[in-house]
């Protein structure tokens, strides 16, 4: 053995012994933990029901509301986590609630999340859109919060903590449907700027598709004793809500007390609202479901107890939590939109407003009168998992990409948490229009305040896990039939379109809705409502080559609809194929002759330029594109 070859292996032994050393002084730091709950119902009614357009009241209660905490400590660090029953909260109002707390047990505010259910049933602790604050239930709200963090505070013990999660595509669907080009919807401003919006209805003839993905992982966060007796369960899922009537903790509420009677042991049990701005309980592709609230929630329940059932314990983890400030500003109206809504507001005859119209012209003065806002982002880590807390009404796509790119193996989401800053659409998506981009203090962020979310909370989750990101990856399967270059248009983010080769990156520009569904279950796609996707192709001069993609038109396809140009030239594809399913398209190129197959059949003669420098798509084209793969062979139709 070489002097070299002896050292490296010193190294390697020495290296190894550090590691089992760092492993075993982080398995003795057992962690503390304590949880607790309040009740936190309105003593008096009737009170105001806030999370509609119009402004609407609550005169009994239909199932307890409460404010649920749970506080973990692992030596000198010691954070708070609570879920409270409540539509939405204003950051005013729950930084009252993390001073109070701090005072009662010493736990930093910069260390404490508190986020909202996001039942609609609860009364209105922030006002919006035609609803007022209900005053007295929101000044007494921050004590109780308080109460609860303090309970569970008293409450610590050494525990152990475990998660596992279960996918439940069947409980949550997107609510946002892009319209036929010629169906498109007026909004409260008068303007047809509508392509997609929420809630279309269910089987509706002048919808086409989804505009984005869903988020269905229902995630259980466990925390026992030591001797195994629960404390705490803390769930996270990404569905809007049920729908109940009275004030009420909706499906939230049925789901926390139906999980601590199966468990046993009296343990704190609260489900977080994950990232369903775009999402609800509603499958509009079907005729609507006819389960009730009830049924509903004890679904959910039985699945969180597969995942439950899964879950390993661990005593030691390391405990970090970061925050960061962010400042946005607002979209404030133009000088003619701000006009058109003072004059609306003066003629308003009631009290509240009466309509969509007068409830967005008082939106805009008031956004014209507070354009800046400051938004409170945090990353927890306890152990192999992730908690991000956003004060926004999140995309289901955003939370995927949170959790693709997390440092760390397990992340969930909790939105409208330490604030409630509006809707917060990926940037295409304010292209689309609809209820969730319609400026208001429910959706009034500049467009681009997405991506800066989620790059500080990309940032904030390195810090708790002491290493980097990882890297979006393809969902594409075609790279392994060496291509000149591949396009999968499963790309998360717009802008750049990625090549999955590393050549020819392109770029997406216009109306596209991103991370679509592909033509597999395990696939994505780019949906073009009047978009393109372009990359310039270098170093492509082959004898014979083939370009391939997979096409789903959402309506039926025009004669004239440049699907494909090449070097700037529109291909002309009889692309007359039935809507609605997905069809693989190929061009095969030899010798300057060019034939083109549908679904592997031969369809005739093409022309196609010898060689190709550009490739775009999606010109007059309404539909999902993906897997655009360009061979330098001429390659057989698969």
């Known amino acids: 053995m070489s002097i070299y070859n002896g050292e490296m292996r010193f190294l390697r032994i020495a290296a190894i012994l550090l590691a089992l050393t760092a ?16 009740n936190i119902n309105p003593t008096s009614f009737p009170v105001i029901i806030n999370c509609g357009f119009l402004e609407r009241t609550g005169k009994e209660m239909n199932g307890d509301l409460f404010a649920r905490a749970i506080v973990i400590e692992e030596g000198s660090t010691r954070i708070a986590i609570a879920v409270v029953d409540s539509c939405m909260m204003m950051r005013e109002l729950i930084d009252d609630a993390k001073a109070q707390a701090s005072a009662k047990t010493g736990i930093p505010v910069n260390r404490m999340l508190i986020s909202a259910t996001h039942t609609h049933s609860a009364p209105a602790a922030m006002a919006c859109l035609g609803s007022r604050q209900q005053k007295d239930y929101a000044a007494a709200l921050p004590a109780k919060i308080a109460e609860a963090i303090a309970a569970a505070h008293a409450k610590l013990q050494p525990a152990k903590i475990g998660a596992a999660s279960i996918d439940a595509p069947n409980h949550t669907f997107t609510r946002r449907w892009i319209y036929q080009p010629t169906k498109m919807l007026t909004d409260p401003f008068g303007e047809v700027s509508v392509r997609a919006n929420m809630i279309p209805g269910f089987e509706n003839p002048n919808v086409i598709a989804p505009s984005g993905p869903v988020d ?11 001797a195994g007796q629960p404390i705490a369960v803390l769930a996270n899922f990404g569905n809007h809500y049920f729908g109940s009537s009275g004030v009420s903790p909706d499906y939230f509420g049925i789901f926390d007390t139906q999980l601590a009677q199966k468990i046993g042991g009296n343990p704190v049990v609260m489900m977080s609202q994950g990232t369903s701005g775009d999402a609800n309980t509603a499958n509009y592709a079907k005729p609507k479901a006819t389960w009730t609230i009830t049924e509903y929630a004890t679904q959910l329940v039985d699945l969180a107890l597969t995942a439950y059932r899964r879950i390993q314990y661990t005593p030691g983890v390391p405990l970090r939590m970061e925050e960061a400030l962010l400042p946005l500003g607002r979209r404030v109206a133009s000088r003619e939109r701000l006009e058109w809504a003072e004059k609306t507001a003066k003629a308003q005859k009631t009290e509240v407003p009466a309509n969509q119209p007068e409830v967005y012209a008082h939106e805009q003065l008031f956004l014209r009168d507070t354009p800046k806002r400051e938004l409170k982002l945090q990353a927890i880590r306890l152990g192999d998992i992730a908690i991000t807390a956003i004060p926004n009404e999140v995309y289901a796509l955003t939370g995927l990409k949170l959790k693709t790119q997390s440092p760390l193996p397990r992340t969930i989401n909790i939105e409208l948490a330490n604030g409630a800053e509006g809707y917060i659409p990926p940037p295409e998506q304010h292209l689309f229009g609809g209820y969730t981009t319609w400026a208001a203090r429910s959706a009034g962020l500049e467009t681009t305040a ?22 979006v990856p393809t969902r594409s399967t075609t790279v392994a039939t060496k291509p000149f270059a591949l396009w999968p248009l499963d790309d998360m983010y717009f802008g750049p379109a990625v090549d999955a080769i590393g050549r020819n990156p392109g770029k997406y520009t216009g109306r596209v809705a991103m991370f679509s569904a592909g033509p597999t279950p395990e696939t994505r796609s780019a949906y073009f409502a009047g978009g393109t996707f372009e990359a310039t192709v270098k170093n492509f001069d082959p004898a014979a080559y083939t370009l391939q993609f997979w096409l789903w038109a959402g309506i039926p396809t025009s004669p004239d609809a440049a699907v494909l140009k090449l070097n700037g030239t529109s291909v002309n594809l009889p692309l007359d194929v039935p809507a609605k399913t997905w069809h693989q398209v190929a061009v ?32 007059g084209f309404e539909g999902r594109i993906s897997d655009v793969a360009l061979y330098a062979r001429a390659k057989a139709p698969n």
């Open 216 to 226: 269905s992982e229902l995630s259980v966060v466990s925390i026992q004793s030591t």
């Open 588 to 619: 095969v190129q030899r010798n300057g002759q060019a034939t083109l197959y549908i679904d592997g059949q031969l369809k005739g003669s093409v022309a196609v330029p010898k060689a190709i420098q550009s490739i775009q798509m999606g010109h």
């Open 23 to 38: 492993v075993a002084s982080a398995a003795a730091k057992t962690i503390r933990a304590g949880a607790a709950q309040v």
């Open 450 to 471: 997405e991506p800066k979310i989620v790059e500080t909370l990309l940032t904030l989750l390195e810090k708790t896990a002491g290493w980097k990101r990882k890297p």
